[in-house]
T-cell receptor
Framework: DVKVTQSSRYLVKRTGEKVFLECVQD?????MFWYRQDPGLGLRLIYF???????EKGDIPEGYSVSREKKERFSLILESASTNQTSMYLC?????????????FGPGTRLTVL | GENVEQHPSTLSVQEGDSAVIKCTYS??????FPWYKQELGKRPQLIID?????GEKKDQRIAVTLNKTAKHFSLHITETQPEDSAVYFC??????????????FGQGTILTVHP
């Protein structure tokens, strides 16, 4: 069974703080993704990575950065958190190569920025 | 880039009725269309998918249809049950080149099945 875990289920931070969200998968997947989920907007892709140290911008990368130093771990960084980054953040992973592969999601981190 | 529109945003049905959720996509090169279900407080999970070389796919009470000419695809749930209540997301992908499995999701549909 694929297992995707995220470091926190709930997080409360102050405006201007640096925030780290971590995602770990245990199935040796090449691809990893970070989404934010907001009501009425669906799942919007922030960044994705198809290999260690490789990253690509998604649809809404502004205000975020990512790091992938190890294959199993993909970190999302908010350099200076703002209130409009209050959201649910979901990590996902999938096998590489053949793009029909299913994406497996983590449980999500609900981030509140005060 | 790809744009996926999903309707309706909310859908309320009685147990036993059918439910239909529709999505349109913009990129004619998209060739893979998965549907994810997210129950309250849980993670999204794949429930069914369809590739562009197939017009319809069924799995027990759920089915997906694809019209490539019109660039739309739909999820059909028959004999709905309360446990079908969830948020449903459609998505599209151009599985080729350097897509790296990058999906574009619709806005989601909140389905409520009343007992």
């Amino acid at each position: 069974d694929v297992k995707v875990t995220q470091s926190s289920r709930y997080l409360v931070k102050r405006t201007g703080e640096k925030v780290f969200l971590e995602c770990v998968q245990d199935m040796d997947h090449e691809n990893m993704f970070w989404y934010r989920q907001d009501p009425g907007l669906g799942l919007r892709l922030i960044y994705f990575s198809y290999d260690v140290k490789m990253k690509e911008k998604g649809d809404i990368p502004e205000g975020y950065s990512v790091s992938r130093e190890k294959k199993e771990r993909f970190s999302l960084i908010l350099e200076s958190a703002s209130t409009n980054q209050t959201s649910m953040y979901l990590c996902a992973s999938s096998l590489g190569g053949f793009e029909y592969n299913e994406q497996f999601f983590g449980p999500g981190t609900r981030l509140t920025v005060l | 880039g790809e744009n996926v529109e999903q309707h309706p945003s909310t859908l309320s049905v009685q147990e036993g009725d059918s439910a239909v959720i529709k999505c349109t996509y913009s990129d004619s090169a998209s060739n893979y269309f998965p549907w994810y279900k997210q129950e309250l407080g849980k993670r999204p999970q794949l429930i069914i998918d369809i590739r562009s070389n197939v017009g319809e796919k069924k799995d027990q009470r759920i089915a997906v249809t694809l019209n490539k000419t019109a660039k739309h695809f739909s999820l059909h749930i028959t004999e709905t049950q309360p446990e079908d209540s969830a948020v449903y997301f459609c998505a599209a992908l151009n599985a080729g080149g350097t897509s790296y499995g990058k999906l574009t999701f619709g806005q989601g549909t909140i389905l409520t099945v009343h007992p």
